[in-house]
């Protein structure tokens, strides 16, 4: 609520019965977009001082003119104010209010500038001209003919999306995704979600079934129809999947579509029939799929059979000779495990190579890059996210890409450009944090890859399986199917090497060592309330970690936390942090966050359009009110927003572990307390520490660190890939190239 307001109108007598009121919007103190519930500062004619409206609008602007009905109160922190039960604006018909209605940023390309010339040319006809002659906008300075098409796009969109707006509300539902369901479905949004509004958490990112399911009903679309019964199952399987299961035995979807939905099993189970039928969904024996998942698992299986049966495109390499080589230019011995685990990757078609942090992982790869272009072969890298695959980059001095950016998605039609049909031109390819990719990631890259090609896989298996569907590289090993070389000779321990030293004693079930020595690289600050965590954290990332290592708190340090809720949740230590370290600078309000310039921030989603990816991090570098687009700088290039897609972005100050993977920063702050219980698992926590590379500071409780470290129970994925895997290589003919049993 807003604070004490400078005018208070006369007092008024309360009445029962509902007065009409009619003015013009001063300013918006206070908007709520998900629920459309608004205060506002309106001026009525003839009055001096403006008075203070609340009630619940899809839209509202500066200038515009408010219908309300309804009552005056006295509120008591705030005083007199109007209550309205009902509230409606309407464009302005005077030249003042059109200005500063068109002012107020709601068109794209007109700022408080061009708005007074539009005004000063075309006086009260100017909304006019927009909407029926815009062609006669560029009689106006500082507009050419692409500003004034953007104009009459933006004119356009305003107007449907205020459309939607109203639709949404009047069925019980928010406001905020209006923009992108216009933007999906064009003019005829209303009539597509008429038809079937189950069809929003299909196709708009943001919205779920709940929110579709109360337009439905809304609608009057039965709560027993099949339609709702369908969409029902389809929902559950897919909240599954976000919980990284592939399939559902039959009887317990059904059992979850009942207490969804309130359905009889009889009509839940003939729901689940069509969806069959229809091939939305896929059932195998009592496992039921969506489609795609289906596709993804029978297609890993395939394409890794095809890839051990096809014969290498290039003679094979005489192993002991390459790993002298490579040990003499790299001027390094290599344990046992390391020259294992080149052996395997020189002779077999495809391998895996796993370990935790400080084993040698990297220099591994680095030591095939070498060989394999000494061979003259062509060699590609890979990495599931931005940060990864730059420190292959560095280590190797050789190209890495993203896998999305290796395969180009093409938006147009949903595909990849590289497939089995158009694959990637490489002789060698090498995927790098192979535990962060997903079952249809994974699928994606093998068709992608010739059958000619050699392949090697690198992750770390005690990590935080990945935060899509499937358990990839847990399901490769375990399958049996391909070499394996376990790497567990520490070589990283230089200053100290506690980092490393305490995520393999994670890893082993055994105490963290916390003598937070002064020259240290990880130090262990116990606390068990809540505030007094915060407060450490604030400490060490505003003035210890800067003070003593010289590191960028905006750029350089990390806070980690198992969750994005509660009081030590991802969400409320960015608003913390955000005042601490950007407390100022130009500013916009959307989706209950203020992103401010200066702002880091990730990407919550894989946007294609963009070439922006789920977990990538930049900075806000400028924030355009007049074009309504905010400016983000990842890794030195320039990705544009429209505000009415600012969900896609989250504070970056603080992240959930999860989100985390695949990343490393200069130091990391990782909070650990007994109300994360549910999260306290011994996988978490050496991943939070292995995401440190020069700092780890771990804020919390001792007894939750210990909780974390003893339940080392993973959650078991539902997915059929590894039985797959070794049914689509039982009794393959092995090649030439085929390796060793895996090292130990």
Request: hydrophobic share 40%.
């Amino acid at each position: 609520m807003p604070g004490p307001h400078k005018h208070t109108p006369p007092r008024r007598p309360r009445t029962e019965q509902p007065e009409q009121l009619t003015g013009a919007v001063e300013s918006v103190v206070f908007r709520n977009e998900d629920t459309g519930y608004t205060v506002c500062s309106v001026r009525l004619a003839g009055q001096r001082d403006p008075v203070t409206v609340v009630g619940s609008t899809p839209a509202m602007w500066i200038g515009e003119i408010v219908n309300a009905a309804g009552r005056w109160v006295r509120h008591p922190q705030h005083g007199l104010q109007f209550q309205a039960d009902l509230l409606a604006c309407v464009p302005p018909t005077s030249a003042r209010g059109i200005e500063r209605y068109l002012g107020s940023g709601m068109v794209r390309g007109i700022g408080k500038v061009i708005a007074g010339r539009l005004v000063k040319r075309f006086g009260e006809d100017t909304l006019r001209i927009i909407d029926k002659e815009s062609q006669r906008l560029e009689e106006v300075e500082g507009i050419g003919p692409l500003r004034r098409k953007r104009i009459k796009e933006s004119w356009i969109e305003q107007r449907a999306v205020r459309d939607i707006m109203i639709f949404l509300q009047s069925h019980g539902v928010g406001t905020a995704q209006a923009a992108r369901i216009y933007r999906a479905y064009g003019p005829s949004a209303v009539t597509r979600i008429t038809e079937d509004p189950y069809r929003l958490c299909r196709d708009i990112w943001g919205i779920g079934f709940k929110t579709a399911d109360r337009v439905a009903l809304s609608l009057g679309i039965p709560g027993d129809s099949d339609l709702r019964a369908r969409a029902g199952i389809v929902y559950v399987l897919q909240a599954l999947t976000e919980e990284g299961h592939c399939f559902c035995p039959a009887p317990e979807l059904i059992l979850q579509g009942q207490a969804l939905l309130d359905i009889p099993a009889e009509k839940l189970a003939e729901a689940l029939e069509q969806e069959v039928r229809r091939k939305a969904l896929i059932r195998e024996d009592e496992r039921v799929y969506l489609g795609a998942l289906y596709h993804a698992e029978t297609g890993i299986a395939a394409r890794i059979a095809a890839l051990r049966a096809a014969p290498a495109g290039f003679p094979p390499i005489a192993t002991d000779k390459a790993v002298a080589w490579a040990q003499g230019r790299m001027k390094l011995a290599f344990s046992p495990a390391q020259v294992g685990a080149l052996r395997m990757a020189f002779a077999a078609k495809a391998s895996i190579i796993t370990g935790g942090p400080g084993v040698g992982k990297t220099t591994i790869i680095r030591a095939l890059v070498d060989v394999f272009l000494r061979r003259r072969l062509r060699v590609q890298l890979a990495a599931p996210t931005g940060r990864a695959a730059k420190r292959m980059e560095e280590a190797t001095g050789h190209t890495a890409k993203t896998l999305h950016r290796m395969l180009k998605y093409l938006p147009a039609n949903g595909r990849f450009e590289f497939n089995r049909e158009r694959p990637v031109e490489g002789d060698i390819f090498i995927l790098d944090e192979v535990s962060m990719i997903d079952a249809p990631l994974m699928h994606a890259f093998l068709c992608a890859v010739p059958d000619r090609a050699c392949l090697v896989l690198v992750g770390d298996v005690d990590q935080l399986p990945s935060v899509g569907p499937g358990n990839v590289l847990r399901d490769l090993i375990g399958s049996g199917t391909l070499p394996v070389t376990v790497l567990d000779t520490i070589f990283r321990q230089q200053a100290g090497g506690s980092i490393v030293v305490n995520a393999h004693r994670v890893n082993h079930g055994e105490p963290l060592e916390t003598s937070n020595a002064p020259d240290s690289d990880f130090y262990f600050i116990e606390t068990d309330d809540p505030d007094r965590m915060i407060a450490r954290m604030l400490d060490l990332v505003t003035r210890r970690i800067p003070s003593k290592f010289g590191l960028d708190p905006r750029a350089d340090v990390q806070v980690l936390t198992p969750m994005r809720k509660n009081r030590l949740g991802a969400d409320n230590l960015n608003d913390v942090l955000q005042e601490a370290l950007n407390p100022s600078g130009t500013e916009i309000a959307r989706f209950g966050r203020r992103y401010r310039t200066g702002d880091r921030v990730m990407q919550i989603r894989n946007n294609y359009d963009k070439d922006v990816y789920n977990g990538d991090i930049g900075h806000i570098r400028a924030v355009d009110e007049m074009e309504q687009s905010l400016a983000v700088d990842f890794d030195g290039r320039r990705v544009d927003y429209a505000f009415a897609e600012l969900d896609e972005l989250a504070h970056a100050y603080a992240c959930s572990i999860h989100k985390s993977q695949g990343s490393e920063y200069p130091a990391a702050v990782v909070l650990l307390a007994t109300q994360h219980f549910k999260l306290l698992q011994r996988n978490l926590l050496y991943t939070a520490i292995t995401r440190g590379k020069r700092l780890v500071c771990l804020v919390g409780s001792r007894k939750a660190v210990w909780i974390a470290i003893r339940n080392d129970h993973i959650l078991q994925r539902r997915t059929g890939l590894r039985e797959r895997l070794a049914a689509a290589t039982r009794g393959a003919a092995p090649d030439g190239r085929s390796a060793p049993a895996p090292a130990p």
